[in-house]
């Protein structure tokens, strides 16, 4: 009894300190380890474990987890490239990659004076959505409600956001309409459309049409569609056929991160059993220039140890995939001569051997696990891209997913930050939600009028003590973004950087917090609860190897705040 005692103790204080399990009690817990017939030995050894392998660790050295993971069930490891492998140096590579676009679009007929904007990295934020009838970028909680509207680099006042937007509340996943600005590529996309939105709204030439669906002027109508069809397609250009990709291979160390830790941790992947590949979409000649130059150390994993090519650290290196289209019906699957560039004829349908690298160009995940005889809970695919490598990744594959936020570090800076004025706005909304329920607490008009007004000053305070102007990636006030929504919903685990699993074993069970529905919370005046032992169960269920690990979708449990 002494033993169990003392285990008990140790694991409720580790359980507490890591914050990541629902606590259990010290009764509970006493229970649970008497059922399970634990020797006293065995018990007592339980005393000496630290089940909170990464609760030392800083946020920046951490991996989140919003559905669990045992690593000891993956695989396969692969990886986007650009942003995920190749870490782009922020804002440098964003303000190049914005006077290419404004340059371009200044060559279609776009007014020279673009060219004298410069990029303000203060400004855009990932996860807003373009409103290409209006012209508006929309920031949104994650039920499509409105959180922020900005028309060019001004707020839109709460009256007109009401009337574009009837309840303040738009549905983005029906048409074309809401252009979703996800990823880190489209920060100088949406800078630029604020841009240009801007200066046609401040130009005395031009004015705003009737509908408030574009400008025009004695000679021109120029809609917002038009617009954004202009920059999405000059965007493609700088990207596909302009001076980026070779320019960034020109001085690719201004504008990528080189870690020198990335050989020793794909070279212990491999030795821990697992196969490991990368899935891009860029082309041949740009992939092998950024993978030679992220492996350019004079050392291989290890100081001390010889160079090693890049390809030496990859089962399978997929270019051209064409994400998201290589998750559904994908396309011809070749094989690409390493030496050359260049491509076989027809689709390669050959054997896949072991130790040595094979190189491809398109396909579909679906060729790619055929081919490597993979099931898809045994990938774990990290990326950067919510939509391309993520979402679809795990909606239509089910692979397991990784997603990589690198603004994630700022982000737990300005939280922290904030931590003062949450508090203070969950407890002006329980004052609230007070008032309502109580009658004999009803405030009258005028305070619960001041009473709204500093919750939402409040919220707005702590989005401007944010790095972006537009506030938080995750939140605005108490509410959640869209992009929050779905990080938690397709993102298994997530972090500034993949290179954090360095700071785990490969047997690592990355374990997700419980997560109670609102009517699991209420507990009965006078209730007590009881912990069932095995006896106690009339009913038996097989168990899944894949539910402890998460499973799908009916076990999910969303990820705290960071």
């Not at 410069?118 to 290409?132: C, E, H, M, S, T």
Request: with cysteine; charged share 25%; hydrophobic share 40%.
């Amino acid at each position: 009894a002494g033993a169990h005692g003392h285990s008990s103790a140790r694991l409720h204080r580790t359980m507490s300190a890591f914050g990541e399990f629902l606590m259990p009690s010290e009764e509970d817990l006493e229970l649970v380890l008497k059922d399970l017939n634990f020797s006293p030995a065995l018990s007592k050894k339980l005393a000496d474990v630290d089940i909170t392998d990464g609760a030392s660790l800083s946020s920046g050295e951490r991996v989140f987890v919003n559905r669990s993971l045992d690593l000891n069930n993956i695989k396969f490891f692969g990886f986007d490239m650009d942003y995920t492998l190749a870490v782009y140096k922020s804002p440098v590579y964003e303000e190049f990659s914005f006077d290419l676009l404004a340059k371009r679009l200044v060559d279609i007929g776009y007014p020279q004076e673009l060219l004298q904007c410069k990029y303000d990295p203060a400004f855009p934020l990932r996860g807003l959505f373009f409103d290409r009838e209006y012209g508006n970028l929309l920031k949104l909680d994650m039920y499509g409600n409105i959180l922020l509207c900005v028309h060019g680099f001004d707020e839109v006042d709460i009256p007109l956001v009401r009337q574009l937007y009837p309840s303040k509340f738009v549905m983005v996943g029906e048409g074309k309409r809401f252009f979703a600005l996800n990823t880190l590529f489209n920060l100088p996309e949406a800078y630029m459309l604020a841009c240009i939105v801007n200066y046609f709204e401040k130009n005395p030439a031009y004015k705003k049409m009737d509908n408030l669906t574009g400008i025009e002027s004695d000679h021109v109508v120029l809609s917002y569609s038009s617009i954004h069809q202009d920059v999405r397609d000059a965007v493609d250009w700088v990207h596909a056929r302009g001076d980026l990709k070779a320019s960034t291979l020109k001085n690719v160390d201004k504008f990528i991160e080189k870690d020198p830790q990335l050989p020793k941790l794909l070279h212990q992947m491999r030795e821990a059993g697992r196969k490991v590949f990368i899935v891009t979409n860029s082309g041949w000649e740009y992939t092998k220039g950024v993978m030679t130059y992220l492996f350019d150390f004079p050392h291989g994993p290890e100081p001390g140890t010889p160079h090693r090519p890049w390809s030496s650290y990859f089962d399978v290196v997929i270019v051209d995939a064409k994400k998201p289209l290589f998750f559904e019906a994908g396309t011809v699957l070749r094989q690409v001569n390493p030496d050359t560039g260049a491509l076989s004829i027809g689709k390669f349908k050959g054997c896949v051997a072991d130790g040595v690298t094979h190189f491809w160009a398109g396909g579909s995940s679906d060729n790619f696990c055929q081919l490597l005889g993979a099931q898809g809970k045994e990938i774990l695919f990290i990326g950067d891209h919510i939509f391309g490598d993520i979402l679809r990744s795990k909606k239509q594959q089910g692979w397991r997913t990784f997603l990589v936020v690198p603004e994630l570090d700022q982000e737990v800076r300005d939280w922290n930050k904030s931590q003062g004025l949450f508090n203070r706005l969950r407890t002006m909304e329980f004052i609230m939600s007070s008032m309502y329920q109580s009658p004999a607490m009803k405030l009258g008009d005028e305070q619960m009028h001041n009473l709204r007004h500093k919750i939402k000053e409040t919220a707005h305070a702590m989005d401007i003590n944010h790095k972006s102007r537009l506030g938080s990636l995750f939140r605005s006030g108490s509410r959640q973004t869209h992009f929050a929504m779905q990080a938690m919903r397709y993102a298994d685990v997530y972090a500034s950087t993949f290179m954090n699993l360095l700071n785990y074993p490969f047997h690592y069970l990355f374990r997700a917090p419980h997560q109670l529905m609102p009517h699991e919370q209420v507990y009965e005046l006078g209730q007590t609860t009881e912990v069932l032992s095995p006896k106690s169960h009339t009913l038996s269920y097989t168990h899944d190897e894949d539910e402890e690990d998460g499973g799908d979708d009916g076990k999910r449990a969303h990820a705290a705040t960071p």
